[in-house]
């Protein structure tokens, strides 16, 4: 059986010659699109993370803050000022603000805030410490 020129033994179309329907290229421009939306996707799970971490940071800068405050409003640290200024401190010193504090007899309640750098995102924390509810009902020490 005689073969046409331009024509594959097959019967199709030449692989030598250019058609109109040619994928050349077509895997490099799929290559480009998977790296971007890899790219894409990284970028959007470091950004959550960083968002994460500095969620958690606040919170314990917020804790600190709190337990701070509490130990100065039952007179357990002496020449520290009044309870919210040590508060105000302890966040200064984690690199957030402190938004407010409210004393409660010996119960301190704070909130404090903080940014993610990469989003510029504001992360609000509150924390209350003080002695337990029942502490004034206790008549001998034990569990």
């Given at each position: 059986?005689?073969?046409?020129?331009?024509?594959?033994?097959?019967?199709?179309?030449?692989?030598?010659?250019?058609?109109?329907?040619?994928?050349?290229?077509?895997?490099?421009?799929?290559?480009?699109?998977?790296?971007?939306?890899?790219?894409?996707?990284?970028?959007?799970?470091?950004?959550?993370?960083?968002?994460?971490?500095?969620?958690?940071?606040?919170?314990?800068a917020?804790?600190?803050?709190?337990?701070?405050?509490?130990?100065?409003?039952?007179?357990?640290v002496?020449?520290?000022?009044?309870?919210?200024?040590?508060?105000?401190?302890?966040?200064?010193?984690?690199?957030?603000?402190?938004?407010?504090?409210?004393?409660?007899?010996l119960?301190?309640?704070?909130?404090?805030?903080?940014?993610?750098?990469?989003?510029?995102?504001?992360?609000?924390?509150?924390?209350?410490?003080?002695?337990?509810?029942?502490?004034?009902?206790?008549?001998?020490?034990?569990?």
């Amino acid at each position: 059986m005689r073969r046409r020129e331009g024509t594959s033994p097959e019967g199709g179309t030449a692989v030598a010659g250019r058609t109109p329907h040619d994928d050349a290229g077509s895997a490099s421009v799929f290559s480009v699109s998977v790296v971007v939306v890899v790219a894409v996707l990284a970028a959007a799970a470091l950004a959550g993370a960083q968002a994460l971490a500095e969620r958690s940071r606040v919170a314990g800068a917020a804790d600190a803050s709190a337990l701070a405050a509490a130990d100065a409003a039952a007179g357990l640290v002496a020449g520290s000022g009044t309870p919210c200024s040590l508060a105000a401190s302890l966040a200064r010193a984690n690199t957030v603000e402190l938004s407010s504090c409210d004393v409660d007899g010996l119960v301190v309640t704070v909130v404090v805030t903080g940014s993610a750098p990469l989003l510029g995102v504001a992360v609000r924390a509150s924390a209350t410490a003080g002695p337990p509810p029942s502490a004034g009902r206790r008549t001998a020490p034990g569990p």
